[in-house]
């Protein structure tokens, strides 16, 4: 059994725009000089992840994914259906916390076409500056389940070869 193609498709983008996030992110904290043009693509950028994050949990109830192999030990089991759901949290977690911050500090969320988002939480500087700390815990707890996935992906490629990578691949002739 495979996942469906849009399935595989909605896996891959997300998986471009979160690391894209990711490094823009890192970015944005490390050099002030393209601050605000970063700051242009992150918001929107978070704002589209949450979308997708969304259509892709529907997406899973309505197509759920093939099964693990059979001898796969339990343990493992248990890591890859928890980590799919951690990173599942993740994906819903810290652009709604981005939401959350922004709204704290006062500032607008411009998406794309110069859409605005409402505020969710009131104005409050103290209440930014957790804000701003949970955002930078949860990216980073994101980016080491990330690499925890993509290890185990490579692990199911390279040495299981059980066919759980290719599930989620472009299928070969």
Do not use: K
């Not at 998986?15 to 904290?29: C, K, R, W």
Request: proline share 6%.
């Amino acid at each position: 059994m495979t996942f469906t193609i849009f399935s595989r498709a909605l896996h891959w983008l997300m998986a471009a725009l979160i690391l894209t996030m990711l490094f823009i992110g890192i970015a944005m904290v490390s050099s002030l000089a393209d601050y605000h043009q970063l700051v242009s693509i992150h918001r929107p950028l978070g704002a589209l992840i949450l979308l997708l994050a969304a259509v892709r949990l529907i997406n899973r109830l309505f197509n759920p994914p093939p099964p693990l192999p059979e001898g796969m030990p339990l343990v493992l089991r248990l890591a890859a259906h928890g980590s799919h759901w951690v990173l599942y949290g993740l994906m819903f977690a810290l652009p709604l916390v981005g939401w959350a911050m922004l709204s704290a500090a006062g500032d607008p969320i411009v998406l794309f076409g110069g859409w605005h988002l409402p505020h969710i939480v009131p104005h409050d500087v103290m209440l930014y500056a957790t804000l701003r700390q949970v955002h930078t815990v949860l990216a980073f707890t994101l980016f080491a389940v990330i690499l925890a996935h993509l290890g185990a992906a490579l692990m199911h490629a390279l040495v299981f070869r059980d066919g759980v990578f290719a599930s989620m691949t472009v299928r070969r002739r």
